[in-house]
């Protein structure tokens, strides 16, 4: 099993520092903000896992970004310094065939998604990131994202002229927002509320959860009910640490995750409509945007899938295929 690690000088240096102890020690770190459902399921695995494993290991969870944003927890991963992560879009920049989920209107619920990961995620996406250093353990709900704005309500692509919209550091994700006329701002997730109130960007999308715990709201006049993606989170560890692991230990970490899986899920669905609610409450104004129009709008995204990724057009029709 892996060596255990302290982290030294979190909040002041962000790093990281080998230690011994008697029970091991297994970092988590996040960028989710505290309140987000990403942060609750994470919080729920840590302490599943360390009821389940008490004396043996023990997860230690850092949230907020606390220890890096997404690009350096994935650095850390493969060092070894950071032990779990929770990557969401950034995954689409390690692999191709992760883009999959950056495809708007792909996944039409729940159900479906849970379709997608067993036929589709886990056989032909998953293996992707192994080469790369990295070891998926679960799929995860980041959530379904809707577009807020201080320009106007969004209710077909033409609104989106000129808009400066943040779009997490997804290539495919920027793509989907220039194909749609908007000028899309790839910034990382803690830079977005203070990005927003200085008018650096007019505009952004995410799930509600993310919207209401970073408080966007505070800083967005208009909620635009898009419904354009639903994104997964990926709990993921180095390759590395997780091959070292005493399988004991290993088979625990995977069958929580898996667990807590389907325990986000029904955290999102229950969350959706409360939080979409709370949020025009505390001052937003929502409109409920025409899927057709940006459905018909979204073609050129899903043909340069098809014709840039090795085996997208396949994956297109198969997910497609599960909708039913």
Do not use: C
């Not at 899309?184 to 927003?196: D, R, W």
Request: proline share 5%; hydrophobic share 45%; aromatic share 8%.
């Amino acid at each position: 099993m892996f060596k255990a690690i302290r982290i030294a000088a979190l909040v002041a240096a962000a790093s990281v520092a080998p230690f011994v102890g008697a029970a091991e020690e297994i970092i988590f770190g996040i960028s989710a903000s505290k309140g987000s459902l990403q942060q609750r399921a994470a919080a729920e695995f840590t302490s599943r896992v360390n009821k389940e494993l008490a004396g043996k290991v023990e997860v230690k969870l850092f949230d907020s970004s606390q220890i890096g944003k997404d690009k350096e927890l994935m650095q850390k991963l493969k060092l070894g310094t950071v032990h779990i992560a929770l990557p969401s879009s950034i995954m689409s920049s390690i692999s191709d065939q992760f883009a999959l989920f950056d495809l708007p209107f792909l996944v039409a619920d729940r159900n479906h998604l849970a379709r997608i990961e067993e036929k589709v995620f886990w056989p032909q996406v998953a293996p992707t990131v192994e080469d790369d250093g990295y070891k998926v353990l679960a799929v995860w709900e980041n959530g379904i994202r809707h577009i807020s704005n201080n320009v106007r309500p969004i209710d077909t692509p033409a609104d989106l002229a000129g808009v400066k919209i943040r779009t997490p550091k997804s290539k495919w994700r920027v793509i989907m927002f220039e194909t749609w006329g908007s000028n899309p701002t790839p910034m990382s997730f803690s830079e977005v509320f203070v990005g927003l109130q200085t008018g650096v960007i007019d505009g952004q999308e995410n799930p509600y959860t993310n919207i209401s715990a970073a408080k966007l709201n505070e800083v967005q006049k208009y909620l635009s009910v898009t419904g354009h993606v639903y994104s997964p989170a990926y709990p993921t560890m180095g390759k590395a640490t997780y091959d070292k692991l005493d399988p004991a230990v290993r088979d625990v970490l995977v069958k929580t995750a898996r667990d807590v899986a389907l325990w986000a899920r029904d955290q999102g669905a229950a969350d959706d409509k409360r939080l979409e609610n709370e949020l025009v409450e505390k001052g937003m104004m929502r409109n409920v945007a025409n899927r057709k129009a940006f459905v018909d709008a979204s073609k050129p995204i899903y043909d340069k899938f098809a014709e840039e990724i090795s085996g997208g057009q396949a994956m297109i029709d198969q997910a497609l295929s599960l909708a039913n």
